[in-house]
């Protein structure tokens, strides 16, 4: 069974930079699309970037000039940086699994459970 | 940017049939995977490629997308399914996903 768990810092400063982890189990990371998605309190769902395991990269553009997604194939995790964070950023952040369902369906089946980011001094 | 268009919320008793749409400009050209929120949870995907179903989900969930509208449908709605419901596409002009702003199923 595949399973994703988010990790990190639950307070950030304003001004510094948000890093999260996701761990990987019960699968290979090498395939796949990996997402960041957040969800401000009380908001809808908003997809920040992904990144394939061979490293491309893909972010969205609101976001695209803070974001940093990388992945780590020998410890089968992937990571987000935001940097410059502000209250608006304060919100639950998932990692989850893309699947590529080919003739451009692509959508996410394996979520991990979440983590809440708050961004205070 | 694509833009994925939901009411706000839909309510609806119990073991009648709720209907969610997601609108969003030749949607119908497009696959459409529909997700299930409830408070303090991950999303579940309960719907994709329009009207196919994960293992687990039951029959009851089925979906259809035509035109500019793609539908979410609850038959014989249970006090269980009352959550956030969500629909993504994939945006191929730019090669991302793109979410619907949400729907709160209230069950009365």
Redesign the interface.
């Given at each position: 069974q595949v399973q994703l768990q988010e990790s990190g810092p639950g307070l950030v400063k304003p001004s510094e930079t948000l890093s999260l982890t996701c761990t990987v189990s019960g699968a290979s990371i090498s395939s796949y699309y990996w997402s960041w998605i957040r969800q401000p309190p009380g908001k809808g769902l908003e997809w920040i970037g992904y990144i394939y395991y061979s490293g491309s990269t893909n972010y969205n553009p609101s976001l695209k000039s803070r974001v940093t997604v990388s992945v780590d194939t020998s410890k089968n995790q992937f990571s987000l940086k935001l940097s410059s964070v502000t209250a608006a950023d304060t919100a639950v952040y998932y990692c989850a699994r893309g699947f590529d369902g080919g003739d451009y369906s692509y959508y996410m089946d394996v979520w991990g459970k979440g983590t809440t980011v708050t961004v205070s001094s | 940017?694509y833009v994925l268009t939901q009411p706000p919320s839909v309510s609806v008793a119990p073991g009648q049939t709720a209907r969610i749409t997601c609108g969003g400009n030749k949607i119908g050209s497009?696959?459409v995977?529909w997700?299930q929120?409830k408070p303090g949870?991950?999303?579940?995907?309960v719907v994709?490629?329009d009207s196919d179903r994960?293992s687990g989900i039951p029959e009851r969930f089925s979906g259809s997308n035509s035109g500019n509208t793609a539908t979410l449908t609850i038959s014989r709605v249970e006090a269980g399914d009352e959550a956030d419901y969500?629909c993504?596409v994939?945006d191929?002009s730019?090669?991302?996903?793109?979410?619907?702003?949400?729907t709160k199923v209230t069950v009365l």
């Amino acid at each position: 069974q595949v399973q994703l768990q988010e990790s990190g810092p639950g307070l950030v400063k304003p001004s510094e930079t948000l890093s999260l982890t996701c761990t990987v189990s019960g699968a290979s990371i090498s395939s796949y699309y990996w997402s960041w998605i957040r969800q401000p309190p009380g908001k809808g769902l908003e997809w920040i970037g992904y990144i394939y395991y061979s490293g491309s990269t893909n972010y969205n553009p609101s976001l695209k000039s803070r974001v940093t997604v990388s992945v780590d194939t020998s410890k089968n995790q992937f990571s987000l940086k935001l940097s410059s964070v502000t209250a608006a950023d304060t919100a639950v952040y998932y990692c989850a699994r893309g699947f590529d369902g080919g003739d451009y369906s692509y959508y996410m089946d394996v979520w991990g459970k979440g983590t809440t980011v708050t961004v205070s001094s | 940017s694509y833009v994925l268009t939901q009411p706000p919320s839909v309510s609806v008793a119990p073991g009648q049939t709720a209907r969610i749409t997601c609108g969003g400009n030749k949607i119908g050209s497009k696959s459409v995977h529909w997700y299930q929120q409830k408070p303090g949870q991950a999303p579940v995907l309960v719907v994709y490629d329009d009207s196919d179903r994960p293992s687990g989900i039951p029959e009851r969930f089925s979906g259809s997308n035509s035109g500019n509208t793609a539908t979410l449908t609850i038959s014989r709605v249970e006090a269980g399914d009352e959550a956030d419901y969500c629909c993504q596409v994939w945006d191929s002009s730019s090669d991302h996903y793109v979410f619907g702003t949400g729907t709160k199923v209230t069950v009365l």
